[in-house]
């Protein structure tokens, strides 16, 4: 995976949130489950874990609510607050990331997923890599999609 030059931007559907990502992530995996299916409107999304230090919103404002994973976890889903388009999530278990949604970015072309979440809930018709570090719900750990992510990225 060839990583682009930081910092890059992303932003919302109406052009009011912009933000900046400063550093490289630490993983990126596609999300079965059925949240992301809701929110998402098709069969998955896409998780793009960052440093909360590396994430700065530099124009418009977000909104969240705070909503029950299937995890069972909190989640704090965060979208703009004109438009609604959900920009990152924050995990309030782990308070030092956050899950950026790749598809705000203005250049989303690097961002390959390299595993897969709550493949459970997948839907049949969706192809699962299986060479991929794939977990049937939330793995108990994101180490495994983190150093899954720094292999692709090793590889150039
Ligand atoms: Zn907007
Ligand atoms: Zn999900």
Redesign the pocket.
């Known amino acids: 995976m060839q990583l682009p030059a930081f910092p890059v931007e992303g932003g919302c559907q109406c052009g009011a949130v912009r933000y900046r990502l400063k550093a490289a992530p630490l993983g990126l995996y596609a999300?079965?489950?059925k949240?992301?299916q809701r929110f998402s409107g098709t069969t998955?999304?896409m998780?793009m874990v960052v440093r909360v230090a590396d994430a700065e919103l530099i124009a418009g404002e977000l909104v969240g609510f705070d909503k029950a994973?299937?995890s069972g976890r909190t989640v704090r889903m965060l979208g703009c607050a004109d438009c609604g388009t959900k920009v990152w999530n924050e995990p309030l278990a782990s308070p030092d990331i956050l899950v950026l949604k790749p598809g705000t970015l203005d250049d989303m072309s690097w961002a390959r997923p390299v595993g897969n979440?709550?493949t459970d809930r997948a839907q049949p018709w969706v192809t699962i890599d299986p060479a991929m570090p794939n977990f049937p719900g939330q793995p108990a750990s994101r180490q495994p999609l983190y150093d899954a992510f720094a292999a692709e990225v090793a590889k150039g």
């Open positions: 999300c079965h489950c949240d992301c998955h999304t998780s994973a299937d979440i709550w």
